[in-house]
């Protein structure tokens, strides 16, 4: 009989980093922002975009992609002018070429957290630079976004003591181009997640934040194909420290 209790103890000490080891499977993805900058008059920029479908379609191990494409406006001279650029986009990529330390912005370039750039079109980089990510995430703050009609429910909390500002942008997914002219004259682009819209909503310095920000959706962006993602910036050094998206159907 003791014989038969010492076993049974021991098959149960046996189990126990196998029952433990089963609650990391269920672990939140960690979100990653992925913003690409492209343009259809740059002959290298399909690539990227293909890149950025693929992260954006594929799960990733242990991380939520959120993909941004953001269509610059300073190819627009120069034979194909892009129906998704924005100067908006452009300035943006400036500042974080002043930040990166960088000559002058360049296409494609991906910008993974508002930490690390690199050519866009770089797979290979790409990959490590999420699973980096995934790796060494800090304690992320809570950052829930709920569409409400035509307006998105965005409650933060736990975000520190440190400024950031708080950006909204609207992105739409299953778009192409058939180009007439310029580098990528003839070709048929494909795009995932081109920002329609950028803004900032607001800034967090009491570790909380919560609004309902109405939505300016314009009638040829299909519903269907919309999301709405929000995230966390420190203006001083362009980290992004948290985000979250959901769709708009």
Same mark, same amino acid.
């Given at each position: 009989?003791?014989?038969?209790?010492?076993?049974?103890?021991?098959?149960?000490?046996?189990? &126990?980093?196998?029952? *433990?080891?089963?609650?990391?499977?269920?672990?939140?993805?960690?979100?990653?922002?992925?913003?690409?900058?492209?343009?259809?008059?740059?002959?290298?920029?399909?690539?990227?975009?293909?890149?950025?479908?693929?992260?954006?379609?594929?799960?990733?191990?242990?991380?939520?992609?959120?993909?941004?494409?953001? $269509?610059?406006?300073?190819?627009?001279?120069?034979?194909?002018?892009?129906?998704?650029?924005?100067?908006?986009? /452009?300035?943006?990529?400036?500042?974080? *070429?002043?930040?990166?330390?960088?000559?002058?912005?360049?296409?494609?370039?991906?910008?993974?957290?508002?930490? /690390?750039?690199?050519?866009?079109?770089?797979?290979?980089?790409?990959?490590? =630079?999420?699973?980096?990510?995934?790796?060494?995430?800090? /304690?992320?703050?809570?950052?829930?976004?709920?569409?409400?009609?035509?307006?998105?429910?965005?409650?933060?909390?736990?975000?520190?003591?440190?400024?950031?500002? =708080?950006?909204?942008?609207?992105?739409?997914?299953?778009?192409?181009?058939?180009?007439?002219?310029?580098?990528? $004259?003839?070709?048929?682009?494909? $795009?995932?997640?081109? =920002?329609?819209?950028?803004?900032? &909503?607001?800034? &967090?310095?009491?570790?909380?934040?919560?609004?309902?920000?109405?939505?300016?959706?314009?009638?040829?962006?299909?519903?269907?194909?919309?999301?709405?993602?929000?995230?966390?910036?420190?203006?001083? /050094?362009?980290? &992004?420290?948290?985000?979250?998206?959901? *769709?708009?159907?």
């Amino acid at each position: 009989m003791r014989n038969n209790v010492a076993i049974i103890f021991l098959l149960l000490i046996l189990a &126990i980093p196998a029952v *433990a080891a089963e609650p990391a499977a269920n672990v939140a993805p960690v979100p990653v922002v992925i913003e690409l900058f492209t343009s259809e008059g740059c002959s290298s920029c399909p690539p990227a975009d293909a890149l950025l479908m693929s992260l954006d379609r594929n799960s990733v191990p242990g991380a939520e992609i959120i993909a941004l494409g953001e $269509h610059v406006d300073y190819w627009d001279g120069l034979g194909w002018k892009d129906r998704f650029s924005s100067a908006e986009y /452009t300035r943006r990529q400036e500042s974080y *070429a002043a930040q990166f330390r960088i000559d002058s912005p360049y296409t494609p370039q991906m910008v993974i957290n508002g930490r /690390t750039e690199f050519v866009g079109n770089d797979s290979s980089r790409a990959a490590r =630079v999420i699973q980096d990510a995934v790796r060494t995430h800090p /304690t992320l703050p809570s950052l829930l976004i709920r569409p409400h009609g035509e307006a998105v429910d965005i409650a933060i909390e736990n975000a520190g003591s440190h400024r950031l500002d =708080v950006i909204l942008a609207v992105t739409e997914s299953d778009l192409s181009t058939q180009v007439g002219r310029g580098e990528n $004259h003839g070709r048929l682009l494909r $795009h995932t997640a081109v =920002v329609r819209e950028l803004r900032k &909503i607001g800034k &967090i310095s009491s570790g909380q934040f919560t609004a309902r920000q109405q939505l300016t959706l314009k009638p040829d962006w299909r519903r269907e194909n919309l999301r709405a993602v929000v995230f966390l910036q420190d203006p001083s /050094t362009l980290e &992004i420290t948290a985000a979250a998206q959901t *769709a708009l159907k």
